[in-house]
């Protein structure tokens, strides 16, 4: 059996930056809160809460003067505010793509320009982005609601970073007739594309694709539904979800990974896919 490993895999630029520097916090603080996961990557937030991290899901959870850290997803603004009056220590660890995407807003909502975010409206990111846009913005993650929405001549477009880019075109495509005026930012992370376009093309050569990366992860998500558009494709966690049968009359696979996977975690895959073969030619 044929074993291809995406070229692309592992943390992305953002992602790393931000698991290395809450590792660095974790070794000045006794302990840090993070409000929902720094990451979508189970066995990464496990080993930060083993240092000291602790994970909250609302605010009123956090302990005051007590150190907290921005995931890389970035927080809605008034979020921040609150934990700034606790008295709390930052330390931001928003992906820089991310917070370009903050900035972008920020200026347009100060020259009360309408913006439309593409994303999914229940994305942590698309949550941060329209917390300073004061509500001057919309949010549309498909073309059937670009009718109820859209309501001026004029338009800015902020795309959430880790969206599908044809489904953003789509979008965009869509937009077109329905304004007078349509400036769209090309706030797409292109490490995030690079991966989807890498999937793409592994799909068409080999006989299943093992996506690796966290359930609740937008972009691995993305990256599986791609595969699984050419090829027969799974999405797992971690190597010890790959079942045997699962590779029963297959010649070839590729691994691919979401942004926030570590690369550890591909080898153990990888390390897995071939004890499963070696077993498999004993028989």
Do not use: W
Not at 146 to 155: G, L, P, S, W
Request: charged share 25%.
């Amino acid at each position: 059996m044929e074993i291809i490993i995406a070229e692309t895999t592992g943390f992305c630029s953002g992602v790393r930056k931000a698991i290395q520097g809450a590792k660095r916090a974790l070794k000045k603080e006794n302990k840090i809160y993070c409000l929902g996961d720094i990451i979508h990557n189970p066995g990464v937030v496990q080993d930060l809460r083993r240092k000291g991290m602790v994970f909250v899901k609302s605010v009123n959870d956090i302990e005051e003067n007590t150190p907290f850290v921005i995931r890389s997803h970035g927080l809605p603004s008034d979020t921040v505010k609150k934990i700034e009056s606790m008295g709390s220590r930052i330390y931001d660890f928003t992906c820089p793509k991310v917070k370009k995407s903050h900035r972008l807003a920020v200026r347009l909502t100060k020259s009360r320009k309408n913006i439309v975010i593409v994303g999914n409206p229940e994305h942590p990111e698309v949550k941060a982005i329209y917390s300073l846009t004061s509500g001057n913005a919309v949010i549309i993650d498909n073309i059937e609601s670009i009718k109820d929405k859209i309501n001026a001549r004029e338009y800015h477009v902020i795309v959430q970073t880790t969206f599908m880019p044809e489904k953003f075109y789509e979008i965009v495509k869509n937009l077109v007739p329905v304004t007078k005026t349509l400036t769209v930012h090309n706030t797409l992370c292109e490490e995030t594309i690079k991966r989807q376009q890498e999937v793409k093309l592994l799909a068409e050569k080999v006989d299943l694709i093992v996506v690796v990366g966290g359930k609740h992860s937008s972009n691995t998500k993305t990256l599986f539904a791609i595969a699984d558009k050419t090829t027969r494709a799974i999405h797992i966690e971690n190597a010890n979800e790959i079942i045997p049968d699962q590779l029963q009359g297959v010649k070839s696979v590729g691994i691919v990974s979401g942004a926030s996977t570590p690369d550890s975690e591909v080898k153990k895959v990888y390390k897995k896919l071939l004890l499963i073969e070696q077993s498999q030619n004993k028989k």
